[in-house]
């Protein structure tokens, strides 16, 4: 390393570091100005979030439950088709899809359920919607 590029090194790193004292101050500043979010922003947040699921299916309890059995169906046939799912996860997710099917036919007929389950899978076409869904559903059994 020659002298010039001694002496440089030192000033550029001295240059470096005082610069920075004046954004830390700033962010310090910034810090204790904190948004506070009103109910509308965190339910606006809520309903943008992956995997949301209260508005998915118009808040018919026996609907909601059908749309999770068919976005976990499209879920499981995804995970599958990659290999990605061992036998002991296949199983869970047969057990997930069991419990709102059984949650999806209270008081009603089969053929109720199989017209809501058209008339679901025609509203709800894309797979990725079906999968942020099936997060949703998941998600909501662990609370």
Same mark, same amino acid.
């Given at each position: 390393?020659?002298?010039?590029?001694?002496?440089?090194?030192?000033?550029?790193?001295?240059?470096?570091?005082?610069?920075?004292?004046?954004?830390? %101050? &700033?962010?310090?500043?910034?810090?204790?100005?904190?948004?506070?979010?009103? +109910?509308?922003?965190?339910?606006?947040?809520?309903?943008?979030?992956?995997?949301?699921?209260?508005?998915?299916? &118009? &808040?018919?309890?026996?609907?909601?439950?059908?749309?999770?059995?068919?976005?976990?169906?499209?879920?499981?046939?995804?995970?599958?088709?990659?290999?990605?799912?061992?036998?002991?996860?296949?199983?869970?997710?047969?057990?997930?899809?069991?419990?709102?099917?059984?949650?999806?036919? +209270?008081?009603?007929?089969?053929?109720?359920?199989?017209? %809501?389950?058209?008339?679901? +899978?025609? %509203?709800?076409?894309?797979?990725?919607?079906?999968?942020?869904?099936?997060?949703?559903?998941?998600?909501?059994?662990?609370?």
């Amino acid at each position: 390393m020659n002298s010039a590029s001694r002496l440089c090194l030192p000033a550029i790193l001295m240059i470096t570091a005082c610069s920075g004292q004046g954004d830390l %101050a &700033g962010n310090h500043a910034n810090q204790d100005k904190r948004r506070v979010y009103g +109910e509308q922003d965190k339910r606006i947040a809520q309903l943008l979030s992956i995997g949301e699921t209260s508005a998915k299916a &118009g &808040g018919v309890p026996q609907d909601q439950a059908l749309l999770c059995d068919i976005a976990l169906q499209t879920m499981s046939d995804k995970l599958r088709q990659s290999g990605a799912l061992s036998d002991v996860q296949m199983r869970a997710f047969e057990k997930v899809q069991a419990f709102y099917r059984q949650r999806a036919a +209270e008081g009603r007929s089969q053929k109720q359920i199989v017209s %809501a389950r058209k008339d679901l +899978e025609t %509203a709800h076409v894309e797979a990725s919607e079906r999968v942020r869904l099936a997060i949703g559903c998941l998600r909501d059994l662990n609370s």
